[in-house]
């Protein structure tokens, strides 16, 4: 049997860095998909290990049952339907058996990821022989959340073969899970997150698991329902950023500068609502969306100018304004900022020959555009080879 | 007899836009100069009549002592303690006349600097032969206040040569008026200024005439005396700009978003009000200006990002502050943007090999550049050839 599942990335549309000091922020999950592919052993199949195959990594591990079984001691007490932290503990003991696997150290990142697989699969679908192939569309560590999309979708993927969801597995095509079954899912992909990322606001994953869009401020997570197709260009600028040290220095400008800086927060927080307000009205001719377009342009230059204001724009960012600009286009950059990504509105009436122009002018430059429709679904699987 | 003047040019150091929706603004004055040099026929020359030379336009006006009774029939009954407005009538007549000198279409602006200099000519000497000699600094129509340079440099060395002023024939070198004088000159200039400009806001040829800084709010100007040496490369974009039509588009974004916007002004207030204290702080050490100086960069860059979300920043002025963030230099748009000038700090411990630097890369992007002391002195006079 072999069930697949798919998870979106996500993007920051206004918010980024304010949220920490009070205001709202604006998520939405974006149209490139983590996909994870688990096939268990039919009946007859002697085979008995785990093997991870991370295709966009090119590593493959493989564990012998009974080597699991060391590892994670508890694993058998699996309950799927209550969500558990993995402990220091444990996360030290699979580091240790992970070394057998020489990872380069290029990709030592992948250690934590690894680890959270190991952590979900155990504890919801216990000692099992399988395969399990993960592919991305995401780039790693641009801020896109793919690591809350792996998590995401290796949960979705675990839980459809569990017992703790109710499935049809006669269902064709991509389906999503009830509610509840979301939830769970969207609890135990905050578990992963955690031994990946320490404290994770838990952003990432909602949006993934439910996607469309979500406003978020003081903690507090909204779903927001978009009424509008909004198409992005993100282009990644790869370079790294250090996300701590850009939110310390915010927090440091804000000691040095404390009226200005509350000020800017609100001028964020009235940003994010407004953004907010415009994607959930409904809309019906094509002057109205012009309309709304425009006024959405308008929101994320503003933002891109109160980001420049904390000071975590940079040079990259800078380059893909002024080359956007050139084409009439309104850019902001997502996420902590310092490289990372930006987005540009793709208006819903622009040609195909601009948008060409554009991304082949930014490749230029050295950097990654990616297309993707803004606010679409989150968690899907599937069941293959129903036989 | 002779008489030298020079009154300085102006920059916006902080607050431009945010000032016509009531936060404080702080202007400066630049240690970039208009000079106007007149002198009188000796008791022996026949010769009547007055002549303009407008140095850097390179044009020449002469017209015979009758023939301004005819344009200004009032000018025989000058007052010059008492800066009276030109009206329409006046403005009509003199036009008619200068058509006898062709001024050639590109400098058709001049025009009205001539007509300034004929109503404060003669309303403060009356119908008077003399050679006057105009020369300037400062780029026309940058944003730098070369006009109210003009006006109150004229009017001081009118007013230097009436009975309206007291002033000592003997002293050397440059010297300035009694603040009582001086604010005669500043109403006179203000007359030449709404001559040339309709509804001038009176900052200019206030800054031009008392030098060093001013905060201004609501129509109130308030004096700030500097206390740190502060050096700004002035880079004039030349990209003109219509500054109506920009600060209309400030107030229409304003509309249509008046929670953030009147946030964002509030943010520019708060910039303009600590960027005023800084100036006026003692600082002793080396270390006090060089923490000083950090602090004004990031409120430059703060107000930068602030008129970024106004909307008033252009192609032009990103491209002078991506190449000066090259040299790790901060700088800001100044005066309604859109083009025009972009101040850039120079820090009291850079080099000047990195001046020279960014100064030929900035010029070879086709901007002129300028280095100018900020905050020094306003109008001077002195007398030459005293025999």
């Avoid at 996500?10 to 688990?38: C, D, F, N, Q, R």
């Avoid at 199949?45 to 590892?71: C, N, Q, Y």
Wanted: hydrophobic share 40%; aromatic share 6%; charged share 20%.
């Amino acid at each position: 049997m072999e069930v697949r599942s798919r998870a979106p990335g996500k993007i920051i549309l206004a918010g980024e860095h304010a949220v920490v000091h009070g205001s709202a922020a604006v998520a939405a999950s974006i149209g490139l998909y983590t996909s994870v592919s688990i096939r268990l052993p039919s009946v007859n199949d002697k085979d008995d290990t785990l093997a991870l195959h991370l295709m966009d990594a090119g590593l493959e591990f493989s564990w012998p049952v009974g080597r699991i079984k060391e590892m994670l001691p508890n694993s058998v007490n699996n309950d799927a339907s209550s969500p558990t932290t993995c402990c220091e503990e444990t996360i030290k003991l699979i580091l240790i058996a992970l070394k057998d696997f020489k990872i380069p150290d290029a990709k030592i990142g992948i250690a934590s990821g690894v680890i959270a697989f190991l952590w979900l699969y155990t504890s919801i679908l216990g000692n099992k022989a399988a395969k399990v192939i993960v592919s991305s569309e995401l780039p790693l560590g641009a801020g896109l959340g793919s690591s809350a999309a792996f998590c995401v979708s290796l949960a979705g993927a675990l839980l459809a073969l569990s017992d703790a969801v109710a499935v049809d597995f006669d269902q064709e095509g991509w389906v999503s899970f009830g509610e509840k079954d979301q939830q769970l899912a969207n609890r135990w992909a905050f578990e992963g997150e955690k031994i990946i990322h320490g404290k994770p606001s838990g952003i990432d994953n909602t949006v993934s698991t439910f996607g469309n869009m979500i406003k978020f401020k003081s903690g507090v997570l909204t779903c927001i329902k978009s009424n509008m197709v909004l198409k992005m260009l993100i282009t990644n600028t790869k370079v790294g950023r250090n996300t701590k040290a850009l939110v310390a220095g915010v927090s440091e400008r804000k000691n040095r500068h404390p009226d200005a800086m509350t000020s800017i927060f609100t001028a964020v927080e009235f940003i994010s609502n407004e953004f907010a307000s415009i994607i959930q009205s409904t809309s019906c001719s094509d002057d109205e969306v012009v309309q709304k377009e425009q006024r959405i342009r308008e929101l994320m230059e503003m933002n891109q100018g109160l980001l420049q204001c904390m000071g975590v724009s940079h040079a990259s960012i800078e380059t893909v304004l002024k080359t956007t600009c050139k084409y009439q286009l309104t850019s902001k950059l997502t996420g902590a900022g310092g490289g990372g990504c930006v987005l540009t509105l793709l208006p819903a009436l622009l040609s195909a020959t601009v948008i060409d122009k554009v991304i082949r002018e930014l490749e230029e430059c050295g950097f990654q555009c990616l297309i993707a429709e803004i606010g679409g679904k989150g968690l899907e699987f599937r069941f293959e080879g129903r036989s």
